[in-house]
């Protein structure tokens, strides 16, 4: 106890400086359950707090997180035609991945961490722990190179307007990461979109083109040179045809042929392929989303209903077959992009998603099959469920409008039918009496 | 041979979609008359439920057999049983703080001094003076209790050694008029045994209940077994059940336990009430389930219910004319050093039953019923009307290092993230401790889980919160009561304060109404 009595002693005062007291309350709890007890209504309370639940999610989601940033090191090496070997150049790769990560995770949590505990200051309330899953979902959704700047902004404008404005954890309206993820698609389409932001560390795409590294990569060289390990070559160009094009543009250009002469199968599968940081190992995610389903916490009725939407929606563009995307089989649609992170992560979001047992299924339905619509049609960027997941978000309220509305409609007919029976039988007594 | 087998294949698949479409329409045609096709398969397909649930026990129409999905037993430490002990204790009280709907300071018949028998006029609510309430035992009032504002909160009998009762006159429930029986009921002090629903009120014997509902057994965690209570007790059940069958407009309702095929012969041989068994977990014992189930209250109506216990002195009133307390109590939980059942009368002295009983390490709290729904006693409580169960616990006013991450101590949950998933007969040690801050709602679906009814409690609440009376009203406020949505409260990851909640939403309607 001698940790718990030198925390109570360095508590600062409340009145005097709230903000120093709300940091202090949110680490404190962190370590230490608190004492409080049940007062009125139940004596005794579930093991599960929020705490618990949002942990979990992103237990759920850490290896995502080691893939990805080895990731971000083995495309930086295939574009040059490098290391080609999945695990050749580990060293490189893995750090390559942790100077791209890690500043991306460090500037989400320093921004949305620090205007969540502003807020909490200011109105009065404990640190709640919404952001805990959105700050760790956000470095996962976002291209590797993306300019830091932009991410802070993104993450400021996510957590202030998306959720903050609403009232907190709990009241907003769209997920908050991927609102942070659409404010960088419309404000910055150019960082987030085309072929050439989802391999990092050069100064352009193009054939020729020279690598970008920095201080760190130095440092680390000089490590690696002394260890006698293979080093950071700063000389090195993007390969000879080398496009950084992703799965889906390529299917979007050619259809599924155009694919495969790129990337096999395997590799689209297993996730070492170029794209947002953690969207691309399928089996690691769906690991993760059976974390989720094992211990309830994600709704499996929107991940099932989602998969069922996109699989129709796949099959009905397949019987279409206008471009070449649309021919592209509906299985091998869920190869590519990032289906499966947004079905485990996004759309279960509990607080953005349809409320609901019967509008879940709807919400998730039409998730599936709308992303699925848009990722196919959509020319400017084929993928889809960011928009259709924040989409549903905004319709979630409507369809647990109707769901509600069905109930009550029941209920009141069978008032009503009570009211009806019940004057008949009253008639009845007057004319007796 | 191939265009055979073909054809084969087309017919049976033809037959099948005929029988199919037929069969949906049917069950169209059944919604459209009203039947609920979920309760009367209609199908010429058995249900999956039919196949692999539940089988209703041998006693039961499978018409009037619910299995019920949902729910959550909590197992806890301190089961009590065994033989049953004499628990008289010298002092008793009435409180009219049982009873709901009554104002706060009832108009007393007795002072400080008198002697009373069991059964005599103690007080009564000053806005229904016809009403009585009447001591549990005989003896000496020895105090009367104040609390805020004036408001009493105990009226103590020190008991007699030998008790002495009331004789009253006997009337016959098959042949007196009902205004005779409601007249009776309310002079000898048995009406406010009943509760009202919606709002748990005692009954205003100026309406009819479209019917009246005893659930015969409980699902709530440590609630003894009822048929301690009930045995040799068979004619008074009997005699509750005609007397009560008087007052309503339609029937009289048993819930009686589906879970096992034994079901105790008082009940068994009960005639002139319906009987509905009710198969699952908590709160499937719960009167407030087991309504909506068998004819859900309406927003225009009332129904009025009774706990068996209270039946059973309703009965032994009408048979003998003498208004007999006695029941049996349990004492359970992990803070007594021995739970036990015993025979005592209402009222009894918390102080007294559980003397000796309380183990000294650590704080203790006591509760009035169980650890869902129950009061927690006050200092130097007594039992309260219709408590048939004193619940202690340790108070967890501790801090516990990375708690909400790697909680060391096993405690009960229904999440799966808590190891106790994998062990379903373990019996927790549970502590008051919140376990985690109360926050917004995050997580959906969870009350739900845990209330066996077509009700959404969350959006139920987030009306009561916004003080919509019209929405409260359409998702079924009145058919709740706190004792329902207690298990939910429970598992909410919220840490919200439910069943307050839904009080302040049903004292809003009460004004309304």
Redesign the interface.
């Known amino acids: 106890m001698g940790?718990?009595s030198f925390l109570q002693k360095i508590e600062p005062d409340k009145k005097k400086s709230p903000f120093l007291h709300t940091l202090y309350d949110g680490f404190f709890?962190f370590?230490?359950?608190?004492?409080?007890?049940?007062k009125?209504?139940?004596?005794?309370?579930?093991?599960?707090?929020?705490?618990?639940?949002m942990?979990?999610v992103v237990l759920a989601m850490q290896l995502c997180y080691v893939f990805g940033t080895y990731n971000i090191g083995h495309q930086h090496f295939v574009a040059m035609g490098e290391h080609l070997g999945f695990l050749e150049g580990f060293h490189l790769k893995l750090v390559h991945g942790l100077i791209k990560l890690l500043p991306i995770f460090i500037v989400t949590h320093a921004v949305g961490l620090g205007i969540e505990f502003w807020f909490a200051a200011k109105k009065g309330h404990?640190i709640?722990?919404?952001f805990l899953v959105s700050g760790a979902l956000i470095p996962l959704i976002m291209p590797p190179d993306l300019p830091l700047w932009i991410l802070a902004v993104a993450v400021a404008f996510a957590v202030i307007l998306g959720k903050e404005a609403f009232?907190?954890?709990?009241?907003n309206i769209w997920n908050v990461a991927l609102l942070a993820r659409v404010f960088v698609f419309f404000a910055y389409p150019t960082s987030i979109s085309g072929d050439e932001v989802w391999v990092s560390g050069f100064e352009g795409m193009a054939s020729g083109a020279s690598v970008d590294y920095g201080w760190a990569h130095g440092l680390f060289n000089n490590l690696f040179s002394w260890m006698d390990l293979s080093t950071f070559n700063s000389a090195a160009v993007v390969a000879d045809g080398y496009s950084g094009a992703t799965p889906l543009a390529l299917a979007y250009q050619g259809g599924w042929e155009n694919v495969t002469a790129t990337f096999s199968e395997s590799q689209m599968f297993w996730g070492s392929i170029p794209g947002s940081i953690g969207e691309t190992s399928k089996p690691l995610i769906l690991i993760g989303a059976g974390i989720l389903l094992?211990?309830?916490?994600a709704?499996w009725r929107i991940m099932l209903s989602m998969f069922i939407g996109a699989v129709v929606m796949g099959m009905i563009l397949n019987g279409w077959g206008a471009t070449p995307f649309m021919t592209v089989p509906w299985q091998y649609q869920f190869y590519m992009g990032s289906f499966f992170f947004a079905m485990a992560f996004m759309a279960t979001d509990?607080?953005t998603?349809s409320?609901?047992?019967a509008g879940?299924w709807v919400y998730g339905l039409l998730i599936g099959m709308i992303g699925m619509l848009i990722r196919v049609i959509n020319p400017a960027y084929p993928e889809g469920w960011m928009l259709a997941i924040l989409f549903l978000n905004t319709f979630a309220p409507l369809i647990?409008h109707y769901?509600?509305e069905g109930?009550?409609k029941?209920?009141?007919k069978?008032?009503a039918?009570?009211?009806s029976s019940?004057s008949v039988?009253t008639e009845n007594e007057v004319t007796h009496a | 041979m191939l265009l055979a087998a073909l054809l084969m294949i087309a017919v049976v698949l033809i037959l099948a979609s005929v029988l199919s479409v037929s069969d949906n329409l049917i069950q169209i045609e059944a919604k459209k008359q009203?039947i609920d096709t979920r309760k009367n398969n209609l199908s010429i397909f058995p249900n999956f439920s039919d196949l692999f649930g539940k089988k209703p026990p041998k006693a039961a129409d499978p018409s009037r057999f619910h299995n019920l999905k949902g729910g959550h037993n909590?197992k806890l430490v301190g089961v009590a049983d065994g033989p049953i002990e004499n628990g008289h204790t010298s002092r008793y009280a009435l409180k009219p703080t049982d009873f709901r709907g009554i104002a706060p300071i009832p108009k007393l018949e007795v002072a400080v001094g008198d002697s009373v028998k069991a059964g005599d006029v103690v007080f009564y609510d000053k806005l229904s003076p016809e009403i009585k309430h009447v001591a549990p035992v005989s003896g000496e009032i020895v105090e009367v209790r104040r609390a805020a504002k004036r408001a009493i909160s105990h009226i103590v009998i020190l008991a007699d050694k030998e008790q002495q009762h009331v004789q009253h006159d006997i009337i016959n429930v098959d042949t007196a008029s009902k205004e005779d029986i409601i007249a009776y009921m309310k002079a000898v002090g048995v009406w406010p045994l009943m509760n009202q629903r919606p709002f748990d009120v005692v009954p205003d014997p100026a309406q009819t209940p479209?019917n009246i509902f005893i659930s015969t057994f409980s699902t709530a965690p440590l609630a003894p077994d009822y048929s301690v209570m009930l045995d040799g007790r068979a004619a008074d059940l009997q005699e509750a059940v005609d007397c009560l069958s008087r007052l309503t407009?339609g029937k009289v309702y048993l819930g009686v336990d589906g879970r096992t095929d034994e079901v105790h012969s008082a009940i068994a041989n009960v005639s002139g009430a319906e009987k509905h068994y009710f198969n699952g977990k908590h709160p499937a014992g719960n009167v407030g389930v087991q309504i909506h189930h068998i004819a859900?209250i309406?927003?225009?109506?009332c129904v009025w219910t009774m706990s068996l216990e209270n039946a059973l002195i309703l009965g032994r009133l009408m048979n003998t004319g003498v208004y007999d307390t006695s029941k049996v109590v349990a004492l359970a939980g992990a803070q007594f050093e021995q739970p036990k059942l015993v025979k005592t009368y209402a009222g009894a002295s918390l102080k007294e039953l559980t003397q000796g009983n309380i183990k000294a390490e650590g704080t203790t709290?006591l509760?009035q019923g169980d650890?869902?729904?129950?009061q927690?006693a006050v200092e130097d409580d007594f039992l309260s009307s219709g408590s048939n169960q004193i619940?202690s616990?340790k108070?967890?006013?501790?801090?516990?290092?990375?708690?909400?991450?790697l909680?060391i101590t096993p405690?009960?949950?229904?999440?799966?993230?808590?190891p106790?998933f994998l062990m379903p007969g373990h019996q927790y040690e549970?502590?008051?401790?919140?376990?985690?801050?109360k926050?917004?709602?995050?997580?959906?679906?969870q009350y739900?889980k845990m209330l066996p009814m077509?009700?959404?409690p969350?959006?139920l609440l987030k009306a009561i919160m916004a003080g919509d009376i019209e929405?409260m009203e359409?998702?079924?406020i009145n058919e709740l009561s706190e004792e329902d949505i207690?298990l939910a409260?429970?598992?909410?990851?919220?840490?919200m304060?439910?069943?307050?909640i839904l009080r302040e939403g049903l004292d809003m309607m009460r004004e309304q109404a």
Not at chain 1, 167 to 171: A, E, F, H, P, S
Not at chain 2, 430 to 437: P, S, W
Not at chain 2, 439 to 445: D, K
Not at chain 2, 497 to 500: F, K, S
Request: charged share 20%.
């Open positions: 940790l718990l709890t370590a230490y359950a608190p004492n409080s007890t049940t009125g209504g139940v004596h005794i309370r579930d093991g599960m707090d929020l705490k618990r639940t942990v979990m404990a709640e722990e919404g009232g907190g954890t709990g009241m094992a211990t309830g916490i709704s509990p607080v998603a409320s609901t047992n879940k647990d769901v509600l109930n009550m029941r209920r009141m069978a008032s039918a009570a009211i019940h039988h | 009203g909590i479209d407009s859900p309406k927003n225009t109506g709290r509760i650890v869902l729904a129950g927690t619940t616990i108070e967890g006013d501790q801090y516990e290092l990375f708690g909400w991450l909680p405690r009960p949950s229904i999440s799966k993230t808590m106790g549970a502590d008051t401790n919140t376990h985690g801050e926050r917004a709602f995050v997580v959906t679906g739900e077509d009700i959404y969350q959006h929405r359409g998702l079924g207690a409260e429970f598992s909410c990851t919220s840490k304060p439910l069943q307050q």
